[in-house]
């Protein structure tokens, strides 16, 4: 009974690690959250395209493994698909940064724009670009407004 019980017991093991799907995630920075919902504390910081593994799925989140957590990370977050950049020339001594990738992808570049437009001032779009809300402020601002948290 004993034997049974081991060998029982390693299968359910292998089938529970042999579940786990590895994803991308998509944004320039995320939360892997204590719970299923965007208002929870945070666990850890994801970057773009950050390998995680998805332990179970809940609805639209997804229950999650990275470096030493687990927790929770929305489905608009990640991407089953590895994300690559086609096309570039390796042979280049250009370092392209994650800023410049995501405004490339949004079809804007800053100094091509200047260059353009050498009169433009950015001081106001950067001052607004570095604002930051804490998740503790946001959640302040949802319950003073009497919003329903999803």
């Not at 920075?29 to 850890?44: D, L, T, W």
Request: hydrophobic letters at 40%.
């Amino acid at each position: 009974m004993g034997r049974f019980l081991l060998v029982f017991s390693i299968l359910i093991i292998g089938v529970t690690f042999s579940k786990a799907e590895n994803v991308r995630v998509l944004s320039s920075v995320n939360a892997i959250r204590e719970e299923c919902r965007f208002f929870s504390p945070v666990k850890a910081r994801v970057n773009y395209n950050d390998e995680i593994s998805i332990i179970n799925k809940r609805g639209d989140w997804n229950w999650v493994s990275f470096l030493d957590e687990e927790g929770c990370i929305h489905n608009s977050a990640i991407t089953e698909r590895k994300v690559t950049l086609t096309n570039l020339d390796v042979s280049s001594d250009q370092i392209v940064s994650h800023n410049e990738i995501s405004l490339a992808g949004k079809g804007f570049f800053q100094e091509l724009y200047m260059f353009t437009n050498p009169n433009t001032k950015f001081g106001t779009l950067e001052a607004i670009e570095s604002f930051e809300v804490t998740d503790a402020q946001l959640e302040e601002f949802a319950e003073q407004g009497s919003l329903k948290l999803p």
